[in-house]
């Protein structure tokens, strides 16, 4: 091996482990997937429910900057402490970070609706119900969508960590590069994909938020 | 009695009243404007109507039914509404705007296109911009999809809100036409609110003016000007409009000033310098020999191209603005005034130059106006007294 330079290293690594990676991959993905979509389920009624209350907001989004501003290996310490070793311990890591950019960005989405709009929905005879669906989420749909992009990027960041409470993901790879003799290609092999997943996810999101943009 | 309303008051929390003791009843196929300053509470006593706010205390009934029996979202959907924003939705193709109330009540998709497309041609703009954005039409096509989008679900009622206040005067003027050819011609009722006292005028056939949440007056246009109920109704109405209002059969030729500074179109610059000069004046009027009004001169003209040119023919303007003389004074005041004129040249029949008329001759029918009036020689005697206390 030691005749090979590092990116002949990193290559015979891929070719040999090749299918380890690949689901490595896809574990770290589906970990971040699920807790940004949990944050959403969560988050998203929250920030609308904020902003048609006020005086709310200001203490929610206190309380989600509290949560962002814990450092994340201690939260998934603490919450280790809860859950127990495993997957579920990262995804509600995952889950809580997530809350902030979501949260804030529904409630900023909302909150920059036109008000004259909403005055001729309501008085053309929207209900409440009507108003949020037809004019308040479609046009706040791209604010929403920079939050969760924000929240996408974040939470691959975290689940990386999360091999230190035995999740698996990519983290394993850069972990046990980290550990070996000469470790450098191994480290890379896991460092590369997870940085190549937050761009690309990156950059899909903000396809689809220009997407969803109505007034552009 | 289509909608009335008896002893609205509006209070709000702070103790602020907003509407005071308010009593109107509305026939169908009326065009009633609010009227009134900033403050008034015009806009306040509409969105009454349609529940966007509930009053204190007194009653709304619409063709008979009080209003607060019935569900807020089901009247709204029975009230066309327009606003000054105009508020059509960005997110949705003009065809999905107009269809927005018949959508709300679930029509048929077929109906509602055949409706949007009739709903297009009713002002007059091309069916092509129904798949069209509001951000692709200017701002006087928006507000003419916000008018027949408050059409679109047969409402009967339309309540509109300073609708054409951030448009331009042409723009403005145009749309004006519009709902008043749209509402005599389709029979709808139509609240509208509105700062602008010619807007009031021209449209309105019952004017309600306010003040501090109360009514003022409730009148006909002409009523209005020719017996305004108090001071305040006189300020809003204007100067100039009192002028207009004046039942007179004054003619132009009565009032202009017969000795005009006139020359022709052959004479040296040099000479009409020397005329201008001699007679206190910065302008003349061009006519041809046989004295038919051709044009005018200005003194910058001829400073521009005192140079260049040399007769008068060569930097004249043609395009002159003039009165004919037996036209009567208050079909042509507003004119002159609207144009900022400092004078405006007359002519008789065979457009031969007879005269002009000053601002300051309209001076004397502003005065007379307001003081001439046999009801309001009190006035003009407290206005001489006092003038002579002064001294």
């Keep these: 091996m030691a005749h090979l330079n590092l990116w002949e290293q990193l290559l015979y690594y891929y070719q040999h482990n090749g299918v380890y990676v690949l689901s490595q991959f896809s574990r770290h993905f589906l970990i971040s997937v699920y807790g940004v979509l949990i944050a959403a389920i969560v988050g998203i009624p929250i920030g609308i429910f904020i902003a048609h209350h006020g005086k709310l907001s200001g203490a929610v989004i206190g309380i989600a900057n509290v949560i962002q501003t814990i450092p994340s290996l201690a939260m998934l310490s603490i919450i280790m402490i809860g859950l127990g070793l495993g997957v579920n311990t990262v995804i509600v890591t995952v889950f809580l970070y997530a ?90 092999a896991g460092a590369l994909p997870t940085a190549l997943m937050a761009i690309i996810l990156d950059v899909a999101l903000a396809w689809v938020e220009k997407k969803v943009d109505p007034t552009a | 009695m289509f909608l009335s309303m008896e002893h609205l008051n509006k209070t709000y929390s702070g103790g602020k009243v907003a509407v005071d003791d308010f009593n109107l009843e509305i026939e169908k196929g009326e065009f009633v404007c609010f009227i009134g300053t900033s403050g008034s509470g015009k806009t306040t006593t509409m969105r009454m109507i349609n529940r966007m706010l509930q009053q204190t205390s007194g009653t709304i009934k619409l063709n008979g039914k009080d209003i607060s029996d ?9 009230i066309g ?57 200017s701002g006087g096509q928006q507000q003419r999809i916000g008018v027949v989008r ?88 204007g100067k100039d ?51 038919n009004l051709k044009g005018y001169l200005d003194i910058e003209d001829i400073d521009y191209n005192f140079k260049t040119a040399t007769s008068v023919g060569d930097v004249m303007h043609n395009d002159v603005f003039y009165v004919k003389s037996d036209s009567l004074i208050r079909d042509t005041v507003e004119r002159i005034l609207k144009r900022g004129f400092k004078n405006v040249p007359v002519v008789d029949a065979q457009h031969k130059l007879v005269g002009i008329v000053t601002r300051a001759a309209l001076v004397d029918i502003v005065y007379d106006a307001l003081w001439g009036e046999p009801d309001k020689t009190d006035e003009r005697e407290d206005a001489t007294a006092q003038g002579g206390d002064a001294k």
């Design chain 1, 99 to 188: 809350l902030l950019p979501i949260i804030k960005n529904t409630d900023t989405g909302m909150r920059n609706v036109n008000p004259s709009l909403l005055d001729a929905g309501k008085g053309m005879g929207m209900t409440r119900l009507q108003l949020l669906r037809l004019v308040e989420l479609p046009l706040s749909m791209s604010v929403i969508m920079a939050g969760l992009r924000n929240a996408l990027v974040l939470a691959i960041g975290i689940t990386a960590i999360g091999t230190f409470v035995g999740a698996g993901g990519l983290g394993d790879i850069i972990i046990r590069g980290t550990n070996a003799t000469n470790g450098s290609a191994i480290i890379l």
């Design chain 2, 70 to 78: 019935m569900d807020p979202v089901q009247l709204r959907r029975k």
């Design chain 2, 81 to 137: 509404y327009v606003i000054q924003n105009i508020g059509l939705m960005p997110h949705m193709t003009i065809r999905q705007n107009i269809t927005i109330v018949p959508k709300l009540l679930k029509w048929s998709q077929a109906k509602m296109d055949q409706r949007a497309e009739e709903m297009i041609k009713l002002v007059e703009l091309p069916t092509e911009f129904l798949d069209r954005y509001p951000s692709e039409l």
């Design chain 2, 150 to 237: 408050a059409l679109a679900a047969d409402q009967d009622l339309i309540l509109m809100d300073e609708p054409y206040g951030a448009l331009d005067p042409i723009t403005r003027e145009s749309l004006q036409d519009l709902i008043k050819d749209l509402q005599t011609r389709l029979g709808k009722t139509v609240v509208f609110v509105t700062h602008d006292m010619d807007e009031a005028l021209t449209l309105a056939t019952k004017i309600v003016v306010m003040d501090g949440g109360k009514i003022m007056q409730v009148a006909t246009p002409d009523e209005i000007l020719r017996h305004p109920a108090n001071e305040f109704v006189e300020n809003l109405i």
């Design chain 2, 241 to 291: 409009r009192l002028i207009q209002a004046r039942p007179s059969i004054t003619t132009v030729g009565q009032v202009m000033l017969k000795n005009v500074a006139s020359i022709t179109p052959d004479k040296l610059l040099r000479e009409a310098l020397k005329m201008m000069h001699d007679r206190r004046v910065d302008s003349l009027l061009v006519t041809d020999q046989g004295g």
